[in-house]
T-cell receptor
């Protein structure tokens, strides 16, 4: 199908450490989006990647789109307690509807 | 600016009772609208998708239905709720593929 696979499912991080979460697809993606959902909240858009090999940064967050446009990663440096939440990647399906399909998410827990 | 309203925020309903969740969007016309469901600690399951009035795509066969009676109104319904319908229901609309979510409705079926 057109699902995207996210790994790891859970990530426990010590405050100050770095971590990376990955999003993989078996088919070429037209674009990939990343969202963050805080505990008890709703998903909030972070960024969209469109170009092959694209790298975008938002403060301590670095987003990368693979050269083959089949995978993406989110790297967070010097993790803070405010980074707690679930990070989702999402793709647009290639059918005529262009629906937005989400990965299962990476749940991040930060320990002080 | 565009805003999305979803209500109620929480709902406790008995098994077998009907359901109606409403979502409205302001500040845009002809939005693509979505209903997602999220089980506790899980990902977002796409339930319904609409590109216009009366145009609904159902993603997963289930006990729910959706309607779009007006351009900026999307309604999720059930005639008889099941225990398995419990979850966090999110309405969303997209602009240039970016999705904007409502605050969500936390439904508990008892």
């Amino acid at each position: 199908g057109q699902q995207v696979m996210q790994i790891p499912q859970y990530q426990h991080v010590q405050e100050g450490e770095d971590f990376t979460t990955y999003c993989n697809s078996s088919t070429t993606l037209s674009n990939i989006q990343w969202y963050k959902q805080r505990p008890g909240g709703h998903p909030v858009f972070l960024i969209q990647l469109v170009k092959s090999g694209e790298v975008k940064k938002q403060k301590r967050l670095t987003f990368q789109f693979g050269e083959a446009k089949k995978n993406s990663s989110l790297h967070i440096t010097a993790t803070q307690t405010t980074d707690v939440g679930t990070y989702f990647c999402a793709r647009e399906t290639t059918d005529s509807w262009g629906k937005l399909q989400f990965g299962a998410g990476t749940q991040v827990v930060v320990t002080p | 600016s565009q805003t999305i309203h979803q209500w109620p925020a929480t709902l406790v309903q008995p098994v077998g009772s009907p359901l109606s969740l409403e979502c409205t969007v302001e500040g845009t016309s002809n939005p693509n609208l979505y209903w997602y469901r999220q089980a506790a600690g899980r990902g977002l399951q796409l339930l319904f998708y609409s590109v216009g009035i009366g145009q609904i795509s159902s993603e997963v066969p289930q006990n729910l239905s959706a309607s779009r009676p007006q351009d900026r109104q999307f309604i999720l319904s059930s005639k008889k709720l099941l225990l398995s319908d419990s979850g966090f229901y999110l309405c969303a609309w997209t602009m240039n593929t970016e999705a904007f979510f409502g605050q969500g409705t936390r439904l508990t079926v008892v």
